[in-house]
């Protein structure tokens, strides 16, 4: 059983690969912008996907940290350089979503924005968690 509920208004068409909302009681954990570098700050990928799942190994790295686990999280932003690189990497992305993050889908937003701070970066992860209370 999940420890999040997942908000769904009746009559919506179900959405795919993520939550409209999510409810949940207990310890908050957030994490800051990660990018796709390693645990040493370098990039090893240029590819769009493979910097997607660098962030969520990233992710789950930091949420573990915290005592938290992938089920655990309730939001995920995500900022992208170019949509178009986002879209055309779907596939690959999901397989490496269901791989790191499992299949459990939080909300999550997705924005197209002029350029991220680390110049390689072509995706950068805010994610948000919710521990459940013993």
């Given amino acids: 059983m999940s420890p999040h509920e997942i908000l769904h208004p009746k009559g ?28 040493e700050g370098a990039f090893e990928t240029d590819d769009f996907a493979g910097q997607v799942a660098q962030v969520l190994r990233n992710v789950v790295a930091v949420l573990a940290e915290g005592g938290a686990r992938p089920e655990h999280l309730v939001r995920l932003t995500w900022y992208v350089t170019d949509k178009r690189d986002y879209l055309a990497s779907l596939a690959e992305i999901g397989r490496a979503y269901r791989e790191i993050i499992g299949r459990h889908y939080p909300a999550m937003a997705l924005v197209q924005v002029v350029a991220l701070v680390e110049d390689r970066a072509k995706v950068e992860i805010e994610a948000t968690a919710v521990v459940p209370e013993e």
């Fill in 12 to 39: 919506w068409t179900p959405a795919k690969g993520y939550a409209n909302g999510i409810s949940a009681r207990g310890r908050m954990i957030f994490t800051g912008g990660l990018v796709g570098w390693n645990a």
